[in-house]
Protein backbone atom coordinates (compact mmCIF):
# COMPACT_ATOMS: atom_id res chain seq x y z
CA UNK A 1 0.00 0.00 0.00
CA UNK A 2 2.88 2.46 -1.25
CA UNK A 3 -0.31 5.17 -1.74
CA UNK A 4 -1.47 5.36 1.44
CA UNK A 5 -1.11 8.86 3.24
CA UNK A 6 -3.66 8.42 5.90
CA UNK A 7 -4.47 5.38 8.67
CA UNK A 8 -7.91 5.75 10.40
CA UNK A 9 -9.23 3.49 12.87
CA UNK A 10 -12.80 2.46 13.91
CA UNK A 11 -12.67 3.05 17.61
CA UNK A 12 -15.35 0.14 19.56
CA UNK A 13 -13.73 -3.30 19.16
CA UNK A 14 -10.73 -2.60 17.04
CA UNK A 15 -8.75 -0.04 19.33
CA UNK A 16 -11.30 -0.14 22.49
CA UNK A 17 -12.57 -3.54 23.80
CA UNK A 18 -15.82 -2.88 24.12
CA UNK A 19 -16.76 -6.25 26.35
CA UNK A 20 -13.84 -5.02 28.75
CA UNK A 21 -17.31 -2.69 30.67
CA UNK A 22 -19.37 -6.05 31.35
CA UNK A 23 -15.65 -8.06 31.85
CA UNK A 24 -15.47 -6.12 34.88
CA UNK A 25 -18.31 -6.50 36.75
CA UNK A 26 -18.57 -10.59 35.60
CA UNK A 27 -17.81 -11.21 39.68
CA UNK A 28 -21.33 -9.39 39.54
CA UNK A 29 -23.10 -10.82 36.65
CA UNK A 30 -21.80 -14.00 36.91
CA UNK A 31 -21.49 -16.87 33.84
CA UNK A 32 -23.53 -15.16 31.85
CA UNK A 33 -21.41 -11.59 31.61
CA UNK A 34 -19.94 -12.19 27.96
CA UNK A 35 -23.43 -13.24 26.50
CA UNK A 36 -24.65 -10.37 28.29
CA UNK A 37 -21.68 -7.81 27.13
CA UNK A 38 -22.42 -9.42 23.16
CA UNK A 39 -26.04 -8.58 23.34
CA UNK A 40 -25.78 -5.48 24.65
CA UNK A 41 -23.13 -4.49 21.84
CA UNK A 42 -25.38 -5.98 19.23
CA UNK A 43 -28.05 -4.07 20.27
CA UNK A 44 -26.73 -1.11 20.20
CA UNK A 45 -25.29 -1.64 16.62
CA UNK A 46 -28.80 -2.11 16.01
CA UNK A 47 -30.46 0.89 17.21
CA UNK A 48 -27.92 2.59 14.96
CA UNK A 49 -29.08 1.34 12.24
CA UNK A 50 -32.49 1.56 12.80
CA UNK A 51 -32.34 4.99 13.65
CA UNK A 52 -30.53 5.88 10.65
CA UNK A 53 -33.12 4.64 8.26
CA UNK A 54 -36.01 5.65 10.21
CA UNK A 55 -34.29 9.36 10.52
CA UNK A 56 -35.03 9.71 13.97
CA UNK A 57 -30.93 10.21 15.27
CA UNK A 58 -29.94 9.94 19.00
CA UNK A 59 -26.14 10.60 19.78
CA UNK A 60 -24.16 7.14 20.54
CA UNK A 61 -24.24 7.65 24.38
CA UNK A 62 -27.88 8.02 24.40
CA UNK A 63 -28.37 4.66 22.38
CA UNK A 64 -25.57 2.92 24.93
CA UNK A 65 -27.82 3.94 27.56
CA UNK A 66 -30.72 2.64 25.53
CA UNK A 67 -29.26 -0.85 24.60
CA UNK A 68 -27.77 -1.26 27.98
CA UNK A 69 -31.38 -0.71 29.48
CA UNK A 70 -32.97 -3.54 27.13
CA UNK A 71 -29.75 -5.87 27.82
CA UNK A 72 -30.11 -5.47 31.18
CA UNK A 73 -33.46 -6.64 31.08
CA UNK A 74 -33.25 -9.49 28.88
CA UNK A 75 -30.31 -11.01 31.08
CA UNK A 76 -32.28 -10.21 33.97
CA UNK A 77 -29.52 -7.66 35.40
CA UNK A 78 -30.76 -5.90 38.78
CA UNK A 79 -30.99 -2.02 37.96
CA UNK A 80 -29.11 -1.06 40.11
CA UNK A 81 -25.71 -2.12 38.00
CA UNK A 82 -26.76 0.74 35.70
CA UNK A 83 -24.23 3.57 36.30
CA UNK A 84 -21.42 1.27 37.21
CA UNK A 85 -21.90 -0.28 33.47
CA UNK A 86 -22.13 2.87 31.96
CA UNK A 87 -19.61 4.58 33.92
CA UNK A 88 -16.80 1.42 32.68
CA UNK A 89 -17.97 2.30 29.08
CA UNK A 90 -16.60 5.86 29.47
CA UNK A 91 -13.19 4.09 30.59
CA UNK A 92 -12.73 1.07 28.15
CA UNK A 93 -9.62 -0.69 27.98
CA UNK A 94 -7.57 -0.91 24.45
CA UNK A 95 -6.65 -4.25 23.09
CA UNK A 96 -3.16 -5.02 24.18
CA UNK A 97 -1.31 -4.32 20.88
CA UNK A 98 -2.53 -0.67 20.14
CA UNK A 99 -0.32 1.61 22.06
CA UNK A 100 2.46 -0.22 20.18
CA UNK A 101 1.60 -0.32 17.31
CA UNK A 102 0.35 3.19 16.98
CA UNK A 103 3.82 4.13 18.61
CA UNK A 104 5.38 2.62 15.52
CA UNK A 105 2.91 3.90 12.51
CA UNK A 106 3.48 7.53 14.56
CA UNK A 107 7.47 6.96 13.80
CA UNK A 108 7.11 6.62 10.19
CA UNK A 109 5.24 9.90 10.45
CA UNK A 110 1.94 8.40 8.94
CA UNK A 111 -1.32 10.44 9.45
CA UNK A 112 -3.53 8.74 11.96
CA UNK A 113 -6.78 9.12 13.18
CA UNK A 114 -10.09 7.68 14.56
CA UNK A 115 -13.63 7.77 12.40
CA UNK A 116 -16.54 6.35 14.92
CA UNK A 117 -20.06 6.41 15.80
CA UNK A 118 -19.09 8.06 19.20
CA UNK A 119 -20.23 11.07 20.47
CA UNK A 120 -16.89 13.61 20.17
CA UNK A 121 -16.33 14.31 24.22
CA UNK A 122 -16.79 10.22 24.47
CA UNK A 123 -14.05 9.53 22.18
CA UNK A 124 -11.58 12.35 23.55
CA UNK A 125 -12.53 11.26 26.76
CA UNK A 126 -11.24 7.75 26.15
CA UNK A 127 -7.99 8.38 24.16
CA UNK A 128 -7.20 10.67 26.64
CA UNK A 129 -7.50 8.38 29.21
CA UNK A 130 -5.75 5.68 27.04
CA UNK A 131 -2.58 7.77 26.96
CA UNK A 132 -3.69 7.75 22.72
CA UNK A 133 -3.91 11.12 22.72
CA UNK A 134 -0.55 12.10 21.10
CA UNK A 135 -1.06 9.71 18.21
CA UNK A 136 -4.23 11.21 16.12
CA UNK A 137 -4.07 14.41 14.15
CA UNK A 138 -7.97 14.06 14.01
CA UNK A 139 -10.83 12.41 16.29
CA UNK A 140 -13.92 12.25 13.73
CA UNK A 141 -17.43 11.48 14.99
CA UNK A 142 -20.34 10.88 12.79
CA UNK A 143 -22.15 13.75 14.75
CA UNK A 144 -20.68 15.78 11.83
CA UNK A 145 -23.09 14.62 9.34
CA UNK A 146 -25.68 13.29 11.74
CA UNK A 147 -26.27 9.71 10.02
CA UNK A 148 -24.07 6.55 11.20
CA UNK A 149 -21.81 3.99 9.81
CA UNK A 150 -22.19 2.45 7.30
CA UNK A 151 -23.64 5.49 5.13
CA UNK A 152 -21.18 6.96 2.66
CA UNK A 153 -21.49 10.58 4.17
CA UNK A 154 -19.70 9.68 7.38
CA UNK A 155 -16.56 7.58 5.39
CA UNK A 156 -16.34 11.25 3.37
CA UNK A 157 -15.66 13.29 6.60
CA UNK A 158 -12.09 12.80 6.55
CA UNK A 159 -11.65 12.70 2.40
CA UNK A 160 -12.71 16.38 2.89
CA UNK A 161 -10.46 17.08 5.74
CA UNK A 162 -7.60 15.57 4.40
CA UNK A 163 -7.82 16.78 0.60
CA UNK A 164 -6.93 12.82 -0.50
CA UNK A 165 -8.32 10.27 -2.54
CA UNK A 166 -10.30 7.26 -1.32
CA UNK A 167 -7.37 4.72 -2.34
CA UNK A 168 -4.91 6.67 -0.57
CA UNK A 169 -6.85 5.74 2.81
CA UNK A 170 -6.14 2.62 4.84
CA UNK A 171 -8.94 1.61 6.93
CA UNK A 172 -9.15 -0.31 9.46
CA UNK A 173 -12.32 -2.01 11.57
CA UNK A 174 -12.93 -5.45 13.33
CA UNK A 175 -17.00 -4.94 12.14
CA UNK A 176 -17.55 -6.68 9.06
CA UNK A 177 -20.29 -4.34 7.91
CA UNK A 178 -18.18 -1.29 9.01
CA UNK A 179 -15.35 -2.92 6.69
CA UNK A 180 -17.87 -3.47 3.92
CA UNK A 181 -18.97 -0.20 4.40
CA UNK A 182 -15.51 1.96 4.04
CA UNK A 183 -14.59 -0.83 1.53
CA UNK A 184 -17.16 0.39 -1.24
CA UNK A 185 -17.05 3.49 -0.41
CA UNK A 186 -13.13 2.99 -1.77
CA UNK A 187 -11.00 2.68 0.66
CA UNK A 188 -8.28 0.31 1.61
CA UNK A 189 -10.36 -1.70 3.97
CA UNK A 190 -8.42 -4.53 6.18
CA UNK A 191 -10.03 -6.48 8.12
CA UNK A 192 -9.40 -6.44 12.08
CA UNK A 193 -10.84 -10.12 12.36
CA UNK A 194 -9.53 -10.95 16.08
CA UNK A 195 -12.14 -14.00 16.34
CA UNK A 196 -11.62 -15.92 13.64
CA UNK A 197 -14.97 -14.58 12.23
CA UNK A 198 -16.83 -15.29 9.25
CA UNK A 199 -17.14 -12.13 6.84
CA UNK A 200 -20.50 -10.67 5.90
CA UNK A 201 -22.08 -11.27 2.21
CA UNK A 202 -22.22 -7.30 1.51
CA UNK A 203 -20.96 -7.04 -2.04
CA UNK A 204 -17.24 -6.07 -0.30
CA UNK A 205 -14.36 -8.86 0.16
CA UNK A 206 -11.24 -7.14 2.33
CA UNK A 207 -8.11 -7.93 0.36
CA UNK A 208 -6.31 -7.72 3.27
CA UNK A 209 -7.21 -9.85 6.98
CA UNK A 210 -4.93 -9.54 10.27
CA UNK A 211 -6.01 -11.06 13.36
CA UNK A 212 -4.31 -7.66 15.79
CA UNK A 213 -3.46 -4.56 14.80
CA UNK A 214 0.37 -5.94 14.53
CA UNK A 215 -0.66 -7.41 11.09
CA UNK A 216 -0.80 -3.72 9.72
CA UNK A 217 2.80 -3.22 10.35
CA UNK A 218 3.61 -5.84 7.74
CA UNK A 219 0.99 -4.91 5.60
CA UNK A 220 2.47 -1.40 5.31
CA UNK A 221 6.18 -2.70 4.56
Known amino acids: M ?75 IHSSMRSELLDLYKVLSTFPEVFEVLQKLKAKEYKLSILSNGTPSLLHDLVKGNNLDLFFEDIFSIEEVGVYKPHSKVYDIPLKKYKIKKNEVAFLSAN ?43 ILK
Open 2 to 76: KKVKAIIFDAYGTLFDVNSAAEKCKSKIGDKWENFANYWRTTQLEYTWLRSLMKRHKDFWKITEDSLDKSMKVFK
Open 176 to 218: TWDISGGGNFGFNSIWVNRNDNVFDNLDFTPKNEIDSLKGLLD
